[in-house]
């Protein structure tokens, strides 16, 4: 369900907080134009606030609740004031307000709700939301006589259900900054913000520290180079489902396909273990569990991966959210899975303003707390990325706004470049054949550096790390998009060395580029390994 920090006033916290102050002597204050990266700690109002993941624009003091971009961690001591104030006098005088309101006042919250509404502001130098304007990060807008903060562009120009203040997930598209006459950055209402803030994420911290200590996550981080396949739990023209311990060593990250989602209740899912049919056995579950145990224990990955071609999961509701936050973590705990592959396809709608693209954000957010972080790998189809600087509508461009809400989460990204034609790119005016060099290329490029969306905003790019190049393993696993080896080896050199390219390059040199996923693991095998040999011993060859 969605989360909604409520201004509290933590009295008790903010009193401790005036004893045991932190030194801020060393840190940079907050500026609205620098990209902060999760972990960074900045000066701010007098306050040590840390990113919980890639932020710009968002001011530390509105964007500290549970599931903001920012995490309040102390006051800063009198020692370290100095320099606040010299940053923001209104900061540092509504800070140390703050405190002392903090301290003085014991018991009640509407006291310090009250006095947030003192220091007038105004609406007018704001403009009023407008639907399909193309809104920046960090830009500032008027609706109902409110202010509000613009997070997802892609969605803030939406309207409908982002429409700020109004639609039902707009909490997934604005922050709220205050109301028109009220001036968000008030003393009290910065203290009170900070104060809940803090106790909403050592709340959540002491939740993902008890589901961690007693779930079943298993170890591995993504490799710095891997070669991902997918691994078949059913029947195909591949063949009857393999034992772990069959599939070839050169793969680093398994996609175990596929979750299913419950017809009887929405949001649900199983993993339901192949239980055989006709001349293929049923797999043993504790013979699954101890193989992953095994290969995990030498550095290898599982996820297991939602979706598919005729995959489906349905997250329209609270109840739907709640459904799969529940049943998801409890799959991670139980088999032992690393964390999850998102493969969602037409077959669930996962269209721009559908309730599972919001959804889907505070859904993983909220099962990488519960079962102490995990891995979270996506798998689109392109026109879902790239295909958004054609178009921003529809399918087009739809999982742009989960991925950017989820950047710094998210450990890798391999976008099927097969099955859907070519790409067009900001680089030739023509389209990139799949399968070619030049197309993988591209595909690459525009996911690092980033790239202008067909409704006039601007997707910022990834680390190359997160990015991988998605490709078919061989003639019979794919409808077509089929990559030659050398064009994938050429392709691959471009990206990480500047060599072999086509008619474009990578736009730099990406050494950390991760590498290449495939469909699939079992046509791999099925085909002799032409697959996995060569690319795997490339994958694992690059700098």
Not at 38 to 48: E, Q, R
Not at 94 to 112: L, Y
Not at 323 to 329: M, P, W
Request: glycine fraction near 10%; include cysteine; charge should be negative.
């Amino acid at each position: 369900m969605f989360k909604k920090t409520l201004a509290v006033a933590g009295l008790a916290l903010a009193a401790n907080n005036a004893f045991a102050a932190t030194n801020c002597s060393d840190l940079t204050d907050w500026n609205s134009s620098t990209a902060y990266t999760g972990g960074t700690s900045v000066k701010h109002a007098n306050s040590k606030y840390t990113a919980q993941w890639w932020t710009q624009g968002a001011d530390p003091t509105s964007h500290s609740g549970q599931w903001q971009e920012w995490k309040f961690i102390d006051q800063c001591s009198s020692s370290s004031s100095s320099s606040s104030s010299s940053s923001s006098s209104s900061s540092s005088s509504s800070s140390s307000s703050s405190s002392s309101s903090s301290s003085s006042s014991s018991s009640s919250t509407s006291s310090s709700s009250s006095s947030s509404s003192s220091s007038g502001g105004s609406c007018t130098d704001a403009p009023v939301f407008a639907e399909n304007t193309a809104y920046n990060t960090g830009d500032v807008v008027t609706n109902l006589e409110n202010l509000y903060s613009c997070v997802v562009p892609g969605w803030c120009k939406l309207g409908g259900a982002y429409e700020p203040g109004q639609g039902w997930a707009w909490e997934h598209a604005w922050n709220h900054v205050g109301t028109c006459g009220t001036s968000s950055s008030s003393s009290s209402s910065s203290s009170t913000s900070s104060s809940s803030s803090s106790s909403s994420s050592s709340s959540s911290s002491s939740s993902s520290s008890s589901s961690s200590s007693s779930g079943g996550v298993g170890g591995g981080k993504v490799p710095a180079h891997s070669l991902v396949g997918y691994w078949h739990n059913f029947v195909n023209g591949a063949g009857c489902p393999m034992r772990l311990s069959e599939m070839s060593d050169k793969w680093d990250v398994i996609d175990i396909a596929f979750a299913d989602n419950d017809p009887a209740s929405n949001g649900t899912v199983h993993f339901n273990l192949f239980p055989g049919t006709g001349n293929c056995p049923a797999m043993n579950a504790e013979q699954f569990k101890a193989d992953m145990r095994a290969l995990q224990a030498q550095g290898k990955v599982f996820v297991l991966s939602l979706g598919g071609a005729e995959g489906t999961i349905t997250l329209n509701t609270d109840a739907d959210e709640v459904n799969f936050v529940n049943s998801l973590t409890n799959l991670i705990n139980e088999w032992g899975f690393d964390g999850v592959d998102i493969d969602l396809e037409s077959g669930s709608q996962l269209l721009h303003g559908s309730q599972i693209q919001a959804r889907l954000i505070t859904s993983l957010r909220t099962i990488d707390a519960n079962v102490g972080g995990m891995v979270l790998t996506m798998a689109p189809e392109h026109p879902y990325v790239q295909g958004g600087y054609i178009a921003y509508s529809g399918i087009w461009g739809a999982y742009l706004p989960i991925i950017d809400a989820l950047r710094d989460q998210l450990d890798l990204l391999h976008v099927q470049l097969y099955n859907n034609g070519g790409i067009l790119s900001p680089y030739n005016p023509q389209t990139f054949p799949a399968g070619s060099v030049d197309m993988m290329v591209a595909s690459a490029r525009m996911l690092i550096e980033g790239f202008n969306t067909g409704d006039g905003g601007y997707f910022q790019g990834l680390r190359p790390d997160q990015v991988s190049l998605g490709l078919p393993s061989g003639p019979s696993s794919a409808g077509s998009g089929l990559a030659t080896n050398q064009a994938i080896m050429d392709a691959l050199d471009c990206i990480t060395r500047g060599t072999h390219c086509g008619t474009i390059d990578a736009g730099g040199i990406y050494p950390s580029f991760n590498g290449v996923m495939t469909w699939s693991i079992n046509w791999d095998a099925h085909d002799g390994y032409i697959f996995s040999n060569p690319i795997g011993d490339k994958v694992h060859s690059l700098p």
